[in-house]
């Protein structure tokens, strides 16, 4: 739908649409939306989101001459941010003997 503009800047800038979608979850695999054009007026045009129209935090575009986008969840909200779990701190025993040695000393 919006591949019609192409790198037309000027209809770029007069396009009217907004993207109703799912709250931010971690599931990779599945993504579910719409986005919505010219919403309330006679020509109004509802269009699918799925998960191969959108891309992934750190996703890299090659062979492209140009590219628009939309962001649509940002920082701790992305799929990958919240698929990745908490991180755990790595000790070695010698690290946690030398911490319990310190505190024995104090």
């Known amino acids: 739908m919006t591949n019609a503009i192409g790198d037309n800047e000027k209809e770029l800038s007069q396009f ?3 993207i109703k979608c799912e709250p931010p979850n971690n599931n990779l695999s599945r993504f579910e939306g719409r986005l919505v054009i010219n919403e309330g007026l006679v020509n109004e045009k509802i269009v699918p989101l799925e ?3 959108i891309l992934l935090r750190g996703t890299i575009l090659r062979n492209t001459d140009w590219c628009y ?3 649509i969840f940002a920082g701790k909200d992305t799929k990958l941010m919240q698929n990745s779990g908490k991180a755990k701190f790595k000790r070695t025993s010698i690290d946690r003997l030398l911490n319990f040695v310190i505190l024995g000393v104090r």
């Open 16 to 18: 009217n649409g907004h």
């Open 51 to 53: 998960n191969d129209n």
């Open 69 to 71: 986008g939309v962001v």
